[in-house]
């Protein structure tokens, strides 16, 4: 989704980093508590360092809504997290994004029309009153809201097993009676990350026949009536471009040089991958199961390169490697640097607001029903 942010001037592009970080400091302590940094785990050193809080989009939205004293919220993240943290927030606070074009390719795969489309395509088919529909918590606020009001629910990698096994009538969240919803479904929609939606079922001891693939860009998903009535999960034809890059073949090759090596992916990656991986989790579980690693271990983790080269750097008992030694930072969260986090500082310090990311009454009614059940049900 284009977004339209700005150029900076020279004062921000020509210092060097350090000088940069000598602004940063003295705009931060100028706006002392008035203002709150969160920093999710793939930004850059440069950024993370200022962070008052690191973690992944929903514990910087949680954290967030708890600054009550903090009148400005500055999310080094992409679109969707600034989103959700203006949907969680009182309204005295204000939230601020400092690059617009920091969003999200896997967010951008599902847009509302798309969603409300293919809900209507369903419709014509079987019965959307048993399906429940639920979205990665990597979506926009529209689709939240979407979710919010079809009896659905929000999820993130940590508790999309739990929010499933709702969803689905399974475990013993079976029948966990949430507000004005609707769990126990015969089937889910679940988007916009296709793998997460894989995986999470797979572990949950469904099959690959049971799930079928919604293609947005084709008639009724690309999908014939029998494969919609028939198919316990639905999922939606997206994914994140960095996760998806980790193959089987890179689990060989370090396996090939490390034989003792463990290898821990994220479930945004393919499942092929994640069959090959000693372990599977969120970034959290990712930073826990690095910590919890023998002394001398060597890990290659499948994720975001700047998570990984940090927790390399935090970790000097145990070495800590991409799993793919040829890939990319996630090219919208590498929008922010230094530059953009002085420039909205002393914007701020000014006495202006920039980049800030508003989500509109009805719009945040919707999401904040859709993230308070999934709170309910975990
Ligand atoms: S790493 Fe993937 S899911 Fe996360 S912001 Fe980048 S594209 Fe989106």
Redesign the pocket.
Known sequence: MLRLQQPLDERYTLPTTDALHTRIAAAKASLGDRVFILGHH?QRDEVIRWADARGDSYRLSVLAQQQEAAEYIVFCG?HFMAESADVLTADHQQVILPDLNAG????DMADIDEVEEAWEALGHVTDVERIVPITYM?SSAALKAFVGRHGGAVCTSTNARAILDWALGQGERAGREVVGSRGGGDKVLFFP?QHLGRNTGLAMGYGLDDMALWNPRLERGGLSEFECKEATFLLWKGH????QRFRPEHVAAFRAEHPDGIVIAHP?CSHDLCAVADQVGSTDFIIKAVADAPAGSVIAVGT?IHLVNRLDAESPDKTVVSLDPLVCP????FRIDAAHLCWVLEELVDGRVPNRITVDPATTDGARVALQRMLEIV
């Open positions: 793939y992409v999200c390719s896997m967010a990597n990350d994140c471009s960095v996760n945004e975001e996630c090219s919208t969260m």
